[in-house]
């Protein structure tokens, strides 16, 4: 088995914002990331398969397949947009932070791969400092 | 002289727009940029001053004073904010593009600088592939 | 399950000593590492703790907190200090080796985290070309 | 058990091209990569090993008798080298994805590797944006 | 006057040697990089251009316009190419060094430019660790 | 003219104290940087010559000699070692601030660079957020 990983970007907008509670809360909670006109990121994502490397191609997966994948299923949807209002895959008032949108793009990203190749690992990165992994469980 | 730099990054949301301009032509010249609910980026400023090294401190100038001036001249406003609503020194109207927010910052900045100091270059990442650089004239 | 990793980063000092042992054999054995007046570098820390999203604030720790822990418990110590004399927490006579901190800094950290949160894994560059990991046991 | 990791870089030429295959098929499989004439990168390769840190040297093993390891076993073969045509431990007709390239040089490795150490993990980028990882099975 | 850099990325094989030198010179003067069988890198360009920001648009220039041009005069020619034997603007027998290419690649990209924009630097990184810069003279 | 630069690191320790000064005034003005018993950092330097690419050769300079003469006038000098303490070139009570190394390393450099060659620029990372840079006047 050999893990192949495919990085791409895209540039977003969000906030954090639980609508049930008070501006206090909200403010007390996420600080200024609870900002009512939003912020936002560079988000670097890294999407790793798993599989046995073809023995023509010696390719686990085409790594531009992959990214093709990844663009329809993932980025051509959060690029230039706003995670919290414009991502039909993201439930409105689910907080659109680095945790969940791993777990949202997993589910995009699975029915779409090829049967031989499984995913195994997504890695977010929102900012230089701060990243979420998630491996579909 | 020796020219000092320091780096310090801030998290923004934005859109360019031109209010006079009909939704077609905006999404014509701006692209995925106009997305009517903002986009946003980690944007890394570098701010460069030149002088002459102090005999005994050895610092052209001192890099946590330096710090503390672009935060509270600059980042202090526009991080975790939105650049098109939420920051004085950006007019209403103007397109918050990198090229703007560097004219805005050097204005900004330079009041606050020791006089023996002077602001050299500011050059401002929005992504790892765009970046917009200014020497003040 | 989802990781959530944490970057931090500090500037040591140290060396690499063994007092049992001649300066010949130290030097044999750690090379420029074993300069009697010490050398030094600026470290980066990944800490990464694993957990489920809270279903209000979709946090598997607050990112802030987490920081805040690893400054109280770890950073604040080591930041701008002498590794092999400075740090109440590395015990006299052990080389402060990149394999040694992340055991040290595991047991600094893992008193400090919520119940909730699991500490997956410390990873701690030296340099760009060499870095270790530790996952508690 | 605390694993440690070395860097280490090369620069070579490849294509992707099976013999077998029509030139039309090669094109529309392997698309530029396919280039009679060769293209190359600038690959970095992060060797993990695990082990326990040595109670006198606090080393898992040490980092620069496992750089040398790593040049005199891999990287002095593969560097400014042609990886279809120069590499005696790259099979001829085996493409050199970084698929295949991970797989070829832990064969290479584990041999020279001391008993207590084992070979945890190979991961190569090819770019910034593709990286091939191997954990020998 | 506000600068704007585009960042675009290629990568490619070269060799250097002179047809004219034997091979114990060509070797003697270029070491590995006279490799018969070619090596490769991924390079990476960064093209700055100067010019007053539009008070509509507040871009020195359209990024998107930019890139689009450096692709069609430079990337588009060198990406998955042999520097020494593919690109006709590259003239046969001058070495495809990173100082030269810079000089063919400023005379690629200067007529293709808007009238009102000045190209004012191109820097190109063959690996992390060499890079050349041309301003035009 | 095309300008060369040539990337290399070395790690250090020191600290920045005034002699003449109070502990009280080191610390007020140094902050943590005054710790008695060091810190260190790893430096980058980015060493830039200009001229005239040789016809031949398509080299400014030949980057490995380059490499060379920055090793042995300066990394050979300062890697592993105390900037403070251990350094011939570094004057007794000067403070190895960046600002200051730059400068030394300039009056190093120039009178092992061939003739034809002009240093243009040394620029130094202390950090990934502090950096100097020195023209040579």
Redesign the interface.
């Known amino acids: ?9 895209f ?4 906030k ?1 914002w ?1 609508a049930e ?1 008070s501006e206090e809360k909200n403010t007390a ?5 609870a ?1 009512a ?6 988000y670097t994502l890294h999407v ?1 398969v798993k599989g046995k ?1 073809d023995p ?5 997966m ?3 397949k992959l990214g093709a994948i990844v663009k329809s299923a993932i980025t051509d949807h959060v ?4 995670l919290n ?2 991502v039909p895959f993201i439930p409105t008032g ?7 949108l ?2 949202f793009f997993w589910q995009q990203l699975t029915p779409l791969l090829p049967p031989e190749i499984a995913l195994y690992r997504l890695k977010l990165y929102e ?9 579909g ?1």
Chains 1, 2, 3, 4, 5, 6 share one sequence.
């Open positions: 088995m050999v893990y192949l990983t495919r990085v791409e970007k540039n977003a907008a969000h954090l639980v509670w909670v996420f600080g200024r990331c900002n006109n939003w912020h936002g990121h560079n790793t490397p023509y191609t010696g390719f686990t085409d790594a531009r690029d230039h947009r706003n209002l414009d689910i907080q659109p932070t680095s945790e969940n791993v777990i900012t230089d400092s701060i990243y979420a992994e998630y491996f469980e």
